[in-house]
Structure formats: structure tokens, C-alpha cells
């Protein structure tokens, strides 16, 4: 109903890409910070052109400071907080876009390389952080471009530790071409559902793998071709209530919902989502089954019921 501007202290405030909550000490967030905006889109994945750091507020936002001590001077992209390690040693990891993940374990006092096995050195591009409740963590690296065409392998995805970041492992498949984001089943992180653009050949989308990235089933909602040839798959969610129930955003065909865990996919029409085709995130509010928040590329926040 009302918003107030809680970034004027921030450094870097062109973008607050996420945000981290500490679990026990109310008040206190970290910040994902940088002045290089539309990460991931096609007009900044040629590498990190401006700065960015971590921030972190103890009152709530009304004010912050610096916790960026052993980053690159790059933007940070996402953060994920380990809620099993104790508030005041809080074990915090950062998605450096250009330079990969860092690992702090003094709650964001310093930081240190968690890189080992994001491959190729060239692209860790990372775009989406997550850690699972069993401790596994995720993320996701966008393909690098060079001029007009992507350079040769340096085409992203999705990676995996299972040692707290001290080594990492690519599970995607090489058809998911430009992986953005990505969800891990709550009860499971071995099942996790990925959104992916198209390019070079290989076809965007929604990826789905049950055992950890070993086979992955390719589910591709029927888009308007005519208007334009490829789909910008920008991410997936699903229902809090109905784990069946899948939406998926792009950039360019606007959003779609699955009823059968991908099988099938419809399109959102005009009367049951914005009017507006470059759909970001979609967010299902945990109290209410039917109903949604969405982010847009350009066409503001909206809430709405799907029925």
C-alpha cells in the first residue's frame, strides 16, 4: 500500500539484485548490491562493467554499511544465508558476478573464494545463488557474450556443491543454453526446475531433473512464433500449496502456469496477468493459494488472483 526508500545509504544503488535475513537477530540484512543494472539480460552479459559490493543494516534498513572486506570491486548478484550456522558468525555466501562465489563465516566481516570447479575460468558469471536446507548449495552462471554472438563455451549453467563451496560440479546438460534461474524441491534438492533462454541452436525453457542433473526432461510451453521466433525463459516457481502447479515468466511470451508439474503449459492471458509481455519474477503468497506477485522488465510490480 505505501513504500519508503530504504537504499539512499547504499554505495552501489543503482540495483539491490537480493536480499538476506538473518533468521534470529530481528532487524539485521544484508544487501546484494551494484551499480551495473539488467543482469542477466543480453545487454550485460559480457562481463562486470561497474561496481557493486554487500551491505548489511542491523535496524531494518534505515541504515547500512559496508561488508564487502575480500570481494572483488564487482557487482554481487545473490546471497544465501546458512540458518544452521550461529548469528553471530553467520556463514554468508555471495555470487560475484564476472568473479563466482565467496564464502564468508563471520557474518560478512570478511570474505574468501569459494570458486573451486566453476568452470570455465573465463565465465562465472553467476547470476542465482541458493542453499538447500541439506546444506547443498546451487547456482546458476549466465552465458558471456562477445559482441553479437556468445563466445565459444562460455554458454553458463548450472553448477553444485555439496561441500559447503569448497568444490564445485556442473549438472546441466548442454542443451540448457543461458540457465537463469532455477527452484530445488524443498523435501528434495536432487529435484530442481530450471528456466532457460534460447540460443545457438538450443531451445529455452523449462528443464526438470529428479536425480541431481543426471537426465533432465526438456517441457517447452507453445509460444507466438509469429511474433517472435525464440522465448526468453527468465524463471519458474511453484505453488506453496499445489506442488503441481508450475509458473514460468519470460521476457518475451509473458507467463505461463502448468497444473501437472511441467507436462502441459498455458498462457496467462491479459485478464490473468499483466498487460505487459516481459515478465521477471513471479511470487505465490504463501497465505493464499490463488494469489501471485509479479515483477516486470519496465512494467512495474503487480499482484492479481489466478482462478
Known sequence: MSWQNIAREIPWK???????????????IWAACSNQHDIPMWSNIQGPTHTGGVVVSTDGGDSWKRASTGLPKAPVTALAIDTHSK????????????????????AGTTWRTANQGIL?????????????????????????RKGRDIEHNLTGGLFRSINQGKDWQKISSAAM???????????????????????????GGVYITHDAGLHWRHSLPKFDRDRLSYIEGFSIARSSTQPQRLYFTSLTHGMFV??????????????????????????????????????????????????
Open 177 to 203: 543454453f543461458r540457465t537463469v534461474d532455477f527452484i530445488v524441491a524443498d523435501e528434495d534438492s536432487q529435484t530442481i526446475t530450471v528456466a532457460a533462454m534460447d540460443g545457438m541452436g538450443q531451445s
Open 14 to 28: 543503482n540495483t539491490v539484485y537480493d536480499v538476506a535475513f538473518d533468521p534470529k537477530i530481528s532487524g539485521k
Open 120 to 144: 570455465p575460468v573465463a565465465n562465472r558469471q553467476v547470476v542465482a545463488l541458493q542453499l538447500h536446507q541439506d546444506g547443498t548449495l546451487f547456482c546458476s552462471v549466465a552465458a558471456r
Open 87 to 106: 548469528p553471530q558468525t553467520r556463514r554468508l555466501y555471495a555470487a560475484v558476478y564476472g568473479h563466482g562465489i565467496f564464502r564468508s563465516d563471520n
Open 258 to 307: 502448468s497444473q501437472d508439474d511441467g507436462n502441459s503449459w498455458q498462457p496467462l492471458d491479459a485478464d490473468h496477468s499483466p498487460p505487459f509481455m516481459s515478465c521477471l519474477r513471479i511470487t505465490p503468497d504463501p497465505d493464499d493459494a490463488k494469489r501471485v506477485f509479479i515483477t516486470t522488465f519496465g512494467g512495474g510490480a503487480w499482484h492479481g488472483r489466478l482462478e
